[in-house]
């Protein structure tokens, strides 16, 4: 299966601050999601993104399929943007797995 | 309510012991998975459904065995509890993996201790 590496694996951040995270895949992935996790455990889909750009308000996601990484930009960083950032990717000829990455855990102080 | 719910949220069993965890999605989803979630190892994937009666071995498989009887249903069970598989399980469901309207959504998670 696929190998899915994030980095880097930890990020403290000033209010205000923008971060790059980034995610690098073993292999070009068809499917590729980010994902936040809240310091409650809760498990929020951020973006779908196997190729392209996308922004959704403060954060956007790059992902360049031909050399298999992708980068979750957070700008203008709030405490709410604490937690943990996770990528996962799939091949359409592996079926489901959908594989993620060891995250990324974002710290962002006031 | 829409949505994906597991259950229980929180499980307390002894070692040797069977114990399953349930998973009940209200989309019609095709896709089902389950996760563990450990520290340090990120979410790991145990098994995935494509469709009602479809089911594959994820990454760390051993020691679980699902079943897929209804599109709704995921029950992911331990056949008997280890201590290794204390852990927080997350099941979740997407339309399709392969268009960009399906993202994937999980439950709020089972957190497991076996004693």
């Known amino acids: 299966g696929i190998q899915v590496e994030q980095s880097p694996p930890d990020l403290i951040l000033q209010e205000g601050a923008n971060s790059t995270l980034r995610c690098n895949f073993s292999d070009s992935v068809n499917n590729l999601q980010w994902f936040h996790q809240n310091p409650w455990g809760q498990l929020i889909n951020l973006f779908y993104?196997?190729?392209g750009t996308k922004q959704n308000g403060r954060l956007s996601a790059t992902t360049v399929a031909t050399e298999r990484y992708s980068l979750l930009y957070i700008s203008s960083s709030q405490t709410t943007d604490s937690g943990v950032y996770f990528c996962a990717g799939a091949l359409y000829n592996q079926g489901g797995k959908l594989i993620f990455g060891q995250g990324t855990e974002l710290s962002v102080k006031p | 309510d829409a949505g994906i719910t597991q259950s229980p949220r929180y499980k307390i069993t002894e070692t040797g012991r069977q114990v399953t965890l349930m998973c009940h999605q209200t989309w019609s989803h095709s896709y089902m998975f389950w996760y563990r979630q450990d520290l340090g190892h990120g979410l790991r994937l145990i098994y995935y459904s494509a469709a009602a009666d479809i089911t594959d071995k994820g990454e760390v498989p051993d020691g679980y065995v699902v079943s897929r009887s209804k599109t709704e249903n995921f029950p992911l069970t331990l056949e008997s509890a280890t201590r290794s598989q204390t852990s927080v399980y997350f099941c979740?469901?997407?339309?399709?993996?392969?268009?960009?309207?399906?993202?994937?959504?999980f439950g709020n998670g089972t957190r497991l201790t076996v004693t």
């Open positions: 979740a469901s997407s339309e399709s993996l392969w268009s960009s309207g399906s993202p994937l959504h």
């Open positions: 993104i196997p190729s």
